[in-house]
């Protein structure tokens, strides 16, 4: 079975600091690999996926996520963040195999400081 | 055009009451979720369809009976509702095609008075 570990759950940030967001998963196959981001009141929208190629996967809003496989992890970071970016942050996991199954982190909470 | 829509987007009901929510995508694809959203925010699934086929059923109490009249639709009727029901649901849909990527509805707060 596949999951999800986000470690970090309530982060707390000035704005234009440095985040870096950690996920790891756990399986021993194939893994489309995605960040989900939630704004306060909506729904989750995609930030960015890895599927393939270039570990180095850059997303909307100048996120970008870098998929290390020896470490099964596949963490988010941003330069610099705005208060904008305050939001609740979910990496999750889809195993081709299982049925378009996804497996959600327990989600990290961002809170960017004016 | 909105992708994916549910109804209603908010729901306030007496425990022991039974309802309804619906979920429609227009973005053609083949597989459709029900997922749990608690009060810590954390996002579980309930349900998946695909070509109105279920073949995703997580632990869920009988009580939840998801629908799928055609691929581009996905009902949730909860029976006998708790307090413990008291939750945001979210609909999605995504196809293989997009390696699964989730394109979620705006969501139904759920509240059981």
């Known amino acids: 079975a596949q999951s999800v570990s986000q470690h970090n759950h309530h982060v707390i940030l000035s704005e234009a600091a440095s985040l870096e967001l950690g996920c790891n998963y756990s399986?021993?196959?194939?893994?489309?690999l995605f960040w989900y981001v939630q704004y306060p009141g909506q729904h989750l929208q995609l930030l960015l996926k890895?599927?393939?190629?270039?570990?180095l996967v850059k997303g909307i809003k100048g996120f970008e996520a870098e998929f290390i496989k020896s470490k099964f992890s596949f963490n988010l970071r941003k330069p610099s963040v705005q208060w904008s970016d305050t939001a609740e942050y979910f990496c999750?996991?889809?195993?081709?195999?299982?049925?378009?199954?996804?497996?959600f982190g327990d989600g990290t909470t961002l809170t960017v400081k004016p | 055009d909105t992708a994916v829509s549910q109804t209603p987007k908010y729901l306030v009901t007496q425990m022991g009451n039974d309802k309804s929510i619906k979920c429609e995508q227009n973005?053609?694809?083949?597989?459709m979720y029900w997922y749990k959203q608690d009060s810590k925010k954390f996002l579980k699934i309930m349900f998946s369809?695909?070509?109105?086929?279920?073949?995703i059923n997580e632990t869920v109490p009988n009580r939840f009976s998801p629908k799928s009249p055609d691929k581009a639709h996905l009902n949730l009727h909860i029976n006998s509702l708790e307090l413990g029901d008291s939750a945001v649901y979210f609909c999605?849909?995504?196809?293989?095609?997009?390696?699964?990527?989730?394109?979620f509805g705006p969501g139904t707060r759920l509240t059981v008075t």
């Open positions: 973005l053609g694809h083949d597989t």
């Open positions: 369809y695909n070509n109105k086929e279920l073949i």
């Open positions: 999750a996991v889809n195993a081709d195999t299982n049925a378009g199954k996804s497996t």
């Open positions: 999605a849909s995504s196809s293989r095609t997009s390696g699964y990527e989730q394109y």
């Open positions: 890895y599927f393939s190629g270039d570990p």
């Open positions: 399986y021993g196959g194939t893994v489309n």
